[in-house]
């Protein structure tokens, strides 16, 4: 019989404590999503400085399609950046190549590919950057500065389209290749979207 009543209690504790947690989900007012996009651009039969282009569409997410008419606003957690392969005219070596920096932008279109004027962003550069560092090794740009994020997710609510651009200088040093057969890169912007 002690038993019973000591389960008893603890029985009305614990329904006690839930009833009081419990909260109505209809409540909440704001809802945190990510999305990764990924950018796969190939840099074909070219000279440096040069740049590659990757178009990409929001609507191919899901996560954006089911919450592109809520987001209220939108920040970029990271970029990543990976060179998977490479190859120049004379087969340097990836040891000894080194841009003296690559850029990288987003830029808002239309749905049918037009920029939109005066829209360019750059989301991040690399200095001197070495190869072998990134051969298959993703290495990320840490911050991306919060007036950039507002205007990215400003973007994000008129336009999903949007060309991403990665802009390869010149290669530090002597006796350097400046025409490459290709470069195959892999990036992933990770958004963190809230919606009203």
Same mark, same amino acid.
């Given at each position: 019989?002690? =038993? ?20 109505d989900v209809t409540n909440?007012?704001? *809802? ?30 899901e996560t954006y399609r089911? =919450? ?19 190859? +120049?005219?004379? =087969? ?17 279109? +239309? ?53 991403? *651009? ?11 290749? =400046? ?18």
């Amino acid at each position: 019989m002690k =038993n019973f009543k000591s389960l008893l209690v603890a029985l009305l504790i614990a329904a006690g404590i839930i009833g009081f947690n419990s909260c109505d989900v209809t409540n909440i007012s704001d *809802v945190i999503l990510q999305i990764t996009i990924d950018f796969d651009p190939e840099f074909k039969n070219k000279m440096v400085p040069d740049s590659s282009i990757d178009v990409t569409n929001l609507n191919d997410y899901e996560t954006y399609r089911d =919450n592109k008419d809520q987001i209220e606003d939108a920040e970029i957690l990271h970029f990543n950046y990976r060179i998977d392969d490479i190859r +120049t005219e004379n =087969n340097m070596h990836i040891d000894s190549i080194v841009f003296k920096s690559v850029n990288f932008y987003m830029i808002p279109t +239309t749905f049918d590919g037009k920029r939109i004027p005066g829209k360019r962003y750059k989301l991040g550069e690399f200095k001197n950057l070495r190869v072998s560092d990134y051969y298959k090794t993703a290495k990320h740009i840490i911050e991306v500065s919060s007036e950039l994020g507002q205007l990215i997710s400003e973007q994000i609510k008129e336009t999903p389209y949007f060309i991403f *651009v990665t802009e390869y200088s010149e290669l530090d040093g002597e006796n350097v290749d =400046n025409k490459f057969d290709y470069i195959k890169a892999h990036m992933d912007m990770v958004l963190r979207i809230r919606t009203k």
